[in-house]
């Protein structure tokens, strides 16, 4: 047994869930273009993970492997939805942990190999997030960027607050409810400064470029135009969302004033906080992340597949469950049943 393994025997973490019946994404899950998932574990309990393959079938660390920049205009042969010239360097990919009307709180796991996603635990509890009237669970397919990570060790010189020890979060405004576990391509419309508990927790406002509405938005200012109140339900509900748990409003730096791609290079931010990222593939200089890869080559913590398979052989396996869902796919406005 290598090393790797006998170090994750010794003490696995809490796990978490996903709750059955709330998206259009549960049940068997669909091959994706170059990413897909694998569930294991008992749904709706501790110790359910969501793994990840790339489109040969091996595991992979989304966290870790999977690029931060879109690098071709094509998956898997499949074209996408063409991007303007001067957007195409906004393009990033975004990992969907949680879908738009849930309330489940999924993350990656990123104190744990391979980093599959997860459900919070607080106080030995699989955690949801109350539902802020009149909104149900998460307004937008919420998710994050991969290969980036706002350094709690560093105070961000823009909000005088430490990182929140995580990779910076999405909100995805698009007319589609998305899968937990889709890798999408975005372009950043603009960024909110959240401060969560103290720490600075950035929130960038994106769409996904294959979203039918995608077209029409270029910038923040786009957003008040069709989506007219979405960003001032954005502010409300990050404001408000731990204030059921007994917990004080949250803050924002800059008044709460969402920023432009303009007023803010946005771009510059996520770069920032990529270049963050690639020391930790390089040295433990937090001892709370697991840096466990399948593809960077010079980082010391790249694993093999067969250590790989072993990881995610160690949560057991799904059992067999039929779900019944009424439609494969819902849009943003339709009524909900």
Same mark, same amino acid.
């Given at each position: 047994?290598?090393?790797?393994?006998?170090?994750?025997?010794?003490?696995?973490?809490?796990?978490?869930?996903?709750?059955?019946?709330?998206? =259009?994404?549960?049940?068997?899950?669909?091959?994706?273009?170059?990413?897909?998932?694998?569930?294991?574990?008992?749904? /709706?309990?501790?110790?359910?993970?969501? $793994?990840?393959?790339?489109?040969?079938?091996?595991?992979?660390?989304? $966290?870790?492997?999977?690029?931060?920049?879109? #690098?071709?205009?094509?998956?898997?042969?499949?074209?996408?939805?063409?991007?303007?010239?001067?957007?195409? @360097?906004?393009?990033?990919?975004?990992?969907?942990?949680?879908?738009?009307? *849930?309330? =489940? &709180?999924?993350?990656?796991?990123?104190?744990?190999?391979?980093?599959?996603?997860?459900?919070?635990?607080?106080?030995? &509890?699989?955690?949801?997030?109350?539902?802020?009237?009149? %909104?149900?669970? %998460?307004?937008? #397919? %919420?998710?994050?960027?991969?290969?980036?990570?706002?350094?709690?060790?560093?105070? +961000?010189?823009?909000?005088? /607050?430490?990182?929140?020890?995580?990779?910076? +979060?999405?909100?995805?405004?698009?007319?589609?409810?998305?899968?937990?576990?889709?890798?999408?391509?975005?372009?950043?419309?603009?960024?909110?400064?959240?401060?969560?508990?103290?720490? *600075?927790?950035?929130?960038?406002?994106?769409?996904?470029? #294959?979203?039918?509405?995608?077209?029409?938005?270029?910038?923040?200012? +786009?957003?008040?135009? $069709? &989506?007219?109140?979405?960003? @001032?339900?954005?502010?409300?509900? $990050?404001?408000? %969302?731990?204030?059921?748990?007994?917990?004080?409003?949250?803050?924002?730096?800059?008044?709460?004033?969402?920023?432009?791609?303009?007023?803010?290079?946005?771009?510059?931010?996520?770069?920032?906080?990529?270049?963050?990222?690639?020391?930790?593939? /390089?040295?433990?200089?937090?001892?709370?992340?697991?840096?466990?890869?399948?593809?960077?080559?010079?980082?010391?913590?790249? /694993? *093999?597949?067969?250590?790989?398979?072993?990881?995610?052989?160690?949560?057991?396996?799904?059992? &067999?469950?039929?779900?019944?869902?009424?439609?494969?796919?819902?849009?943003?406005?339709?009524?909900?049943?």
């Amino acid at each position: 047994m290598s090393a790797l393994l006998r170090l994750l025997r010794t003490g696995a973490p809490a796990a978490a869930c996903l709750r059955l019946g709330t998206s =259009a994404g549960t049940g068997p899950r669909r091959a994706m273009a170059l990413y897909h998932t694998e569930e294991r574990g008992q749904p /709706c309990s501790q110790n359910y993970r969501l $793994f990840f393959k790339d489109v040969t079938g091996h595991y992979i660390s989304p $966290f870790h492997d999977i690029p931060l920049k879109v #690098n071709s205009k094509e998956e898997n042969g499949i074209p996408t939805k063409k991007a303007r010239n001067d957007e195409y @360097e906004n393009l990033f990919n975004m990992i969907v942990e949680i879908p738009r009307w *849930t309330n =489940a &709180k999924m993350e990656i796991a990123t104190e744990e190999p391979l980093n599959p996603i997860k459900q919070y635990v607080k106080d030995g &509890k699989l955690r949801y997030v109350a539902n802020i009237f009149p %909104y149900k669970g %998460y307004i937008w #397919n %919420y998710g994050t960027l991969p290969q980036t990570w706002e350094d709690p060790r560093e105070k +961000d010189k823009s909000t005088n /607050c430490f990182g929140d020890n995580d990779p910076i +979060d999405v909100c995805e405004i698009g007319s589609k409810i998305l899968s937990c576990g889709e890798v999408i391509h975005v372009k950043i419309l603009g960024i909110l400064a959240l401060i969560d508990e103290g720490e *600075t927790d950035w929130k960038l406002i994106a769409i996904n470029v #294959n979203d039918p509405e995608a077209s029409k938005f270029h910038d923040i200012d +786009d957003v008040e135009k $069709f &989506k007219p109140g979405y960003l @001032e339900a954005t502010l409300n509900w $990050f404001r408000l %969302y731990k204030v059921p748990d007994g917990k004080p409003e949250n803050q924002f730096a800059f008044n709460g004033e969402f920023k432009t791609r303009e007023q803010w290079p946005t771009g510059n931010l996520v770069l920032s906080l990529h270049l963050k990222w690639k020391p930790l593939q /390089c040295n433990k200089i937090n001892p709370d992340i697991s840096c466990t890869n399948l593809q960077i080559s010079d980082s010391p913590f790249r /694993c *093999t597949q067969e250590e790989a398979r072993s990881l995610v052989e160690l949560v057991r396996e799904t059992p &067999k469950v039929t779900i019944v869902t009424g439609r494969e796919e819902k849009v943003w406005g339709e009524r909900r049943r």
